[in-house]
């Protein structure tokens, strides 16, 4: 039976999972949630996902969710098709998780933060906080001026070959540009990595939505 | 050469650090940042760790940051002693095993993390709290506590009937929300309570409370 992935068709962390399952070449069905209608809150739905969250993936009877994780179930099963996205050799698995580590803890919380101020607040009715957002802005300028002394020595972000954890920035990457605001282009090893990941066929195929 | 620690041991995820080594039986020496100094912020330390934080790993000069990451590498080479199955090796218990890690960093950690910046972070810098964000958070996280409750009425554990790292994560800061800043969200449920009880009571917990 085909992987079923339960999401929105435009959500970040459905797409994380997307770009994913484009990149290990692994066919799926996309089942919508009406997160507008808050289909999400549903007992129906919290019965899968007890956060009320998307995505979450049915491979088979195995229910996963969160989105990185999924990420790496996936890479991990289809280890043998697509693009590899996990290192095997202990050294290299060590700086993957310091990799997929930094992600979550000096880029997500910021740029994740500015989607929703400068974005999806409004979708839900709010206005955007100028003074958080500023702030959000002012932290993940930091944090990118780190990433570009790390690009300057590596190519990507676990050592010379991609893996998940340069996939997990795309999302949100792209709807802070989307916004207006843009940290990529003016550090030069940043720049380089972000078009670089930008520009995969996988992205392509799913950013405008699944 | 033992494993060195480099942080200060006030640090949360540095006590992370210390309380996977211990429940692992690896040895360590814990090398002193003058954090309050901002040591940590100044480029010498920043050759190890570009973002300017704490922890940081030397093992016999293999340097790694970001505390999970340093568990998980821990975990790994160190498999066969100390407490087993901090990862699961088995397909499908590490792919819950990491729904639940990731869980934690979603989930957990930021309202922790935040509500410790408002009430803690923020009076060591003469601020004071924003109200309206503290209560934001403390009333998110009471949220997903609930849904912890759920989870941990149908497993002992959050990846399954064993303890992982993805519980012990959530020992240095819950520490700080629970018990040093006195917020009471487990009273009310009594699933979390049990879980939290038995990962607190752990001997290599308890010991770095007592000296990191």
């Not at chain 1, 129906?44 to 994780?69: C, M």
């Not at chain 2, 814990?30 to 309050?36: C, D, G, I, P, T």
Request: charged share 25%.
């Amino acid at each position: 039976m085909v992987l079923k992935l339960y999401g929105f068709a435009t959500s970040t962390c459905t797409l994380r999972v997307a770009v994913v399952l484009k990149e290990k070449n692994v066919p799926f069905e996309f089942i919508p949630v009406d997160l507008l209608k808050g289909a999400h809150k549903a007992p129906e739905f919290t019965a899968y996902q007890p956060f009320g969250q998307v995505p979450y993936i049915d491979d088979n009877g195995l229910i996963l969710y969160e989105s990185r994780a999924i990420g790496r179930y996936i890479a991990a099963k289809y280890a043998s098709q697509g693009t590899p996205l996990l290192p095997t050799d202990p050294t290299a698995i060590a700086f993957f998780e310091q990799a997929a580590s930094t992600e979550t803890s000096n880029y997500d919380p910021f740029v994740s933060g500015l989607a929703w101020e400068l974005k999806f607040s409004m979708l839900f009715g709010g206005k955007t906080d100028e003074a958080r957002a500023k702030s959000l802005q002012g932290q993940l300028s930091a944090k990118l001026d780190a990433y570009d002394v790390i690009l300057g020595k590596q190519k990507y972000l676990a050592g010379n070959d991609i893996t998940l954890a340069d996939l997990f920035h795309l999302p949100y990457g792209a709807v802070v540009l989307d916004v207006g605001l843009d940290e990529f282009s003016s550090r030069p090893n940043v720049a380089r990595w972000w078009k670089d990941i930008s520009s995969r066929a996988s992205w392509e195929a799913v950013k405008g939505g699944i | 050469m033992v494993l060195k620690i480099h942080g200060h041991a006030i640090a949360p995820l540095v006590r992370l650090v210390a309380e996977v080594c211990r429940e692992k039986e690896v040895p360590y020496e814990l090398v002193n940042v003058e954090v309050y100094k901002g040591e940590h912020k100044t480029p010498a330390f920043k050759e190890f760790q570009p973002f300017g934080q704490v922890p940081y790993i030397d093992d016999d000069g293999f340097v790694l940051y970001e505390s999970r990451a340093i568990c998980r590498y821990i975990a790994k080479k160190y498999a066969s002693q100390g407490t087993p199955d901090l990862v699961p090796r088995d397909p499908k218990a590490e792919a819950i095993f990491e729904q639940a890690v990731s869980i934690e960093t979603s989930n957990f950690y930021p309202f922790a993390l935040g509500i410790t910046t408002e009430k803690i972070v923020k009076k060591h810098r003469g601020l004071e709290p924003n109200e309206a964000r503290l209560s934001d958070l403390v009333n998110n996280l009471k949220a997903k506590l609930d849904v912890y409750e759920v989870i941990l009425g149908k497993q002992a554990y959050l990846a399954g009937g064993s303890i992982t790292l993805a519980d012990l994560f959530h020992l240095p800061y819950g520490t700080i929300v629970f018990e040093e800043l006195g917020y009471d969200m487990l009273e009310d449920r009594p699933n979390v309570a049990r879980w939290w009880k038995e990962i607190t009571a752990r001997p290599s917990w308890l010991a770095v409370k007592a000296k990191a």
